[in-house]
């Protein structure tokens, strides 16, 4: 059974840099096609995704995003961290993690969402 | 950069049948795949691939996916289906993970 389960601070000040954790289990990260993503969810809109990094450490990000996002794994802890930086108010959202089937690119298992504030 | 669009709000009668579009070029070229989420849980996967459905998803759920257009449709619709839905597309062209904006089905 796959579980993932996202950490890190739940508010941080403007201009900051968030680091967000994502531990899973369930699957290895080592393991050829396996891959995971962040989406996130500001209050009240729609999903936005952020980034995905493949077992192969091949890496993608939005493109609005990708001068602020960087995205890396840790294969032996089984984590995926995230680091936005420059935070404004509005990157206060949600922030999911999400096992990513590349089969043909769904996500079929996502974390619980850590709501993050940004604000002074 | 792909987009997909989605009308912000769909209302059905419980019973009956509720279809939600989601638009984009050639989207019939892609697989689409379906989240259902309810407020203040994560997105749920419904339907994935061609349309397939993932275990402990009712069949009452399909999809359909031609020209411009795919279609989530629920049949039998109950007031346990209320939620936000969104599609999603996987950006081949630029290795792009891509949403729709959301419909929020409302069951009256």
């Known amino acids: 059974q796959i579980t993932l389960k996202e950490s890190g601070p739940t508010q941080v000040k403007p201009t900051q840099t968030l680091t967000l954790t994502c531990t899973f289990s369930g699957f290895s990260l080592s393991s050829t096609g396996e891959a995971v993503a962040w989406i996130r969810q500001p209050p009240g809109k729609a999903l936005e995704w952020l980034a995905f990094?493949?077992?192969?450490?091949?890496?993608h990000y939005s493109p609005s995003l990708k001068s602020r996002l960087n995205i890396s794994k840790d294969t032996s802890r089984n984590q995926v961290v995230l680091t936005m930086t420059s935070m404004d108010p509005v990157d206060t959202g949600t922030y999911f993690c999400?096992?990513?089937?590349?089969?043909?690119?769904?996500?079929?298992?996502w974390g619980q969402g850590i709501l993050v504030t940004v604000s002074s | 950069s792909y987009v997909l669009t989605q009308p912000p709000s769909v209302s059905v009668a419980p019973g009956t049948t509720a279809t939600i579009t989601c638009g984009g070029d050639?989207?019939?070229?892609?697989?689409v795949h379906w989240y259902q989420q309810k407020p203040g849980q994560a997105p749920l996967l419904v339907i994935y691939?061609?349309?397939d459905r993932p275990s402990g998803i009712p069949d009452r759920f399909s999809g359909s996916n031609s020209g411009n257009t795919a279609t989530l449709t629920i049949n039998r619709v109950d007031a346990g289906d209320e939620a936000d839905y969104y599609c999603?597309?996987?950006?081949?062209?630029?290795?792009?993970?891509?949403f729709g904006g959301g419909t929020k089905l409302t069951v009256l």
């Open positions: 999603q597309v996987w950006d081949s062209s630029n290795s792009h993970i891509v």
């Open positions: 990094t493949y077992w192969d450490d091949d890496k």
């Open positions: 050639k989207i019939g070229t892609k697989s």
């Open positions: 691939y061609r349309n």
């Open positions: 999400v096992h990513l089937a590349v089969s043909a690119y769904y996500l079929d298992y």
